[in-house]
């Protein structure tokens, strides 16, 4: 495999202008960098772009996977500016068209706006999306959502009904009810390259910051501040220090080892900032790290290459624990190499049984005090679920979601 490092040209803003950026506004709203990475060899490529909300930016990934009677199967896509485009054809002039693109979530906004607008772009491809799409306020038509109608089609639900079957397998989880929407995923299997793509239901948190989060360093510094008054250098030290706080942020919302500041205190203190634009909010920072912050994120490498995101654990997946291990059982009958997920790091080098382990969280006696028992599985301390915890029980007194289900 090979490894593509930072990009440092400067690409002309024209070619990551997104135009619709208002549907779904995250950082970096209308300008978005295109990273693409070789992931097996000959065999499969990711797309990576960065989406975030005051600063907390991830990598959001598109996978191109070569298919074996020639042409292209993308999965989740990203969004199509010029970059993006001239790079999948770019594929396309050595390996064929872009034949297939699937959509493989129901729930995730940031994968659904890209899809339909991916699709008019390589207007020869049929669309596949997993069933039980839904829209808020209002459940919309597919077409209306931006899907092509003559060539958009449901993923079956026996896996022999699509022309890529020969190629790839594939498993649905869901869909989870969750009271005003659902949760859904589609695991695909490329048993040529021997890899798995998912989309949310899996990840890996890197030590150091992804290529694509580094192209613009000024979130990573942003994070990086104890206080609103530090002046931080932009030093691998210090783009490190952020992401690590970045992820805990976008795993926890806030973990046990976070402090939040009064907002009167955060105003007073924005007047020593040593930025008070609006690119700084200002100088406002109601954040104050603990110490042992550094454990807190330590925790979510703790269980090996594979972690179930916290959020997932505790909002959603345990609303449905006996079909989320069922699901989990099959994906892991298959005999993949290698994890793609369209979030953090990738590729994920983890086993079959590796990505069954990290689904534990959802067994009877999988828990002993604030670990998980098995030395394979992820160790998160139970006080930074503290803040998920509050927002679970208030959802489900309120009605909003139903409520958790007992462990299998």
């Known amino acids: 495999m090979t490894q593509r490092q930072p990009v440092k040209e400067t690409i002309r803003s024209k070619d990551c202008f997104w135009p619709f950026w208002p549907a779904v506004p995250l950082y970096p709203h209308s300008q978005r960098r295109t990273i693409r990475q070789e992931v097996v060899k000959g065999a499969v490529w990711t797309f990576e772009q960065l989406q975030g909300i005051f600063y907390v930016v991830v990598p959001i990934r598109m996978s191109v996977v070569k298919l074996e009677v020639g042409g292209l199967l993308a999965y989740a896509p990203v969004a199509p500016t010029p970059e993006c485009v001239r790079l999948v054809r770019e594929l396309e002039a050595e390996h064929g068209p872009v034949k297939y693109i699937i959509l493989p979530t129901i729930s995730g906004l940031e994968h659904k706006v890209f899809a339909g607008p991916f699709a008019r772009q390589f207007p020869q491809a049929q669309v596949f999306i997993a069933p039980h799409q839904w829209s808020f306020p209002v459940n919309l038509p ?57 989309t949310d239901t899996v990840l890996s948190i890197p030590d150091t910051p992804p290529a694509i989060v580094q192209l613009d360093p000024y979130p990573l510094l942003f994070h990086a501040r104890d206080k609103a008054s530090d002046r931080v250098e932009n030093t691998e030290a210090n783009r490190r220090k952020g992401w690590q706080r970045i992820c805990l942020f976008a795993l926890y919302f806030r973990a046990s080892t976070l402090e939040t500041l009064s907002w009167g205190r955060a105003f007073r203190e924005s007047f020593g900032a040593t930025e008070r634009s609006l690119k700084a909010y200002f100088g406002l920072y109601p954040f104050a790290w603990k110490p042992s912050w550094h454990q807190s994120f330590a925790a979510l490498q703790s269980g090996g290459p594979l972690l179930v995101a916290p959020i997932l654990q505790m909002l959603i997946l345990n609303r449905a624990p006996r079909d989320t291990l069922n699901w989990a059982d099959r994906v892991a009958s298959w005999n993949f190499r290698h994890i793609v997920p369209c979030h953090f790091s990738a590729p994920i080098e983890a086993t079959p049984q590796q990505f069954r382990r990290s689904f534990a969280f959802l067994e009877q006696n999988a828990f002993e005090g604030e670990i998980i028992v098995s030395s394979d599985s992820p160790f998160l301390p139970a006080k930074d679920f503290a803040l998920l915890n509050e927002i679970d029980q208030m959802l489900t007194k309120l009605g909003i979601t139903p409520p958790p289900q007992p462990k299998v």
């Open 142 to 198: 597919l077409s209306w959502l931006g899907f092509p109608a003559k060539r958009t089609y449901l993923f079956p639900s026996i896996n022999t009904e699509v022309p890529f079957t020969r190629q790839f397998d594939w498993e649905m989880l869901g869909p989870i009810e969750l009271g005003t929407g659902r949760f859904a995923e589609v695991a695909v299997f490329d048993k040529r390259s021997q890899t798995l793509l998912v």
